[in-house]
């Protein structure tokens, strides 16, 4: 079983649809939770991160942990075409630099 | 905000040769640097962690001798792939994190895509 489990997708939906991206842990010693953003052939770039449970918004997205379900969720407010790229979450535990990431979900925002 | 550089972003190079990735902190100084692999339509792997001026830890599985990765500075991380093959072809990431950064605080690379001919 995989440390963090992600669905792939493709995940389509109208733009402005509201999104829900979502991943599961096993982990219980994962403390900081972060969603990266990756368009084609490029690195991921930082949307999100969230230190333990609670929800956490910065403009059109929403950032959700769940620790006693080991769930976390990014939603996307007023989906865009230009939102279309691979949604991968990460996590790790309190000391460790290193990242643990889900194997990313792929959206698209049809105009 | 911080950037992390990555050289070259694309890279062909024939079967048996070696072939140097190299990663830099460009406005910060990064004890420690990650390097990991994406294979297309999959998640990243981390295949070691590199920290300033010591040894770098590789993951399981990964080959010390085919993956050679030096961290010399603290903005200079370079991973040295050895007697590539063609299975070596993939997209290679580094991120940083440095020193009295938070703990979210790591930025990625741009990625080297290699392929091995």
């Not at chain 1, 490029?42 to 949307?47: A, H, R, S, T």
């Not at chain 1, 460790?96 to 990313?104: E, H, V, Y």
């Not at chain 2, 200079?76 to 940083?96: Q, W």
Request: aromatic share 12%; hydrophobic share 30%; proline share 4%.
């Amino acid at each position: 079983q995989k440390e963090v489990e992600q669905d792939p997708g493709p995940l389509s939906v109208p733009e402005g649809a509201i999104v829900s991206l979502n991943c599961t842990y096993s982990n219980s010693a994962f403390q900081y939770f972060m969603w990266y953003r990756q368009y084609s052939r490029k690195g991921p770039e930082l949307l999100m991160y969230t230190y333990s449970s609670g929800n956490k918004e910065d403009g059109r997205f929403t950032a959700q942990v769940d620790k006693s379900s080991k769930y976390i969720s990014l939603f996307i407010r007023d989906s865009q075409p230009s939102d279309s790229a691979t949604y991968l979450c990460a996590m790790k535990g309190m000391g460790r630099r290193a990242l643990t990431f889900g194997s990313g979900t792929r959206l698209q925002v049809q105009p | 905000g911080a950037v992390v550089s990555q050289h070259p972003s694309r890279v062909i190079c024939k079967s048996g040769t070696s072939v140097k990735i190299e990663c830099r902190s460009l406005d910060f100084q990064a004890t420690t640097m990650f390097w990991y692999r994406q294979f297309p339509k999959q998640s990243l792997m981390l295949m070691a962690t590199s920290n300033e001026g010591s040894k770098a830890t590789y993951e399981q599985g990964v080959e010390k001798d085919k993956f050679l990765i030096n961290h010399a500075s603290l903005t200079l991380s370079t991973l040295t792939v050895t007697s590539a093959h063609p299975e070596d072809s993939s997209f290679y990431i580094c991120s940083a994190s440095f020193a009295g950064g938070f703990e979210n605080t790591i930025y990625f690379g741009e990625g080297s895509w290699l392929t091995v001919v």
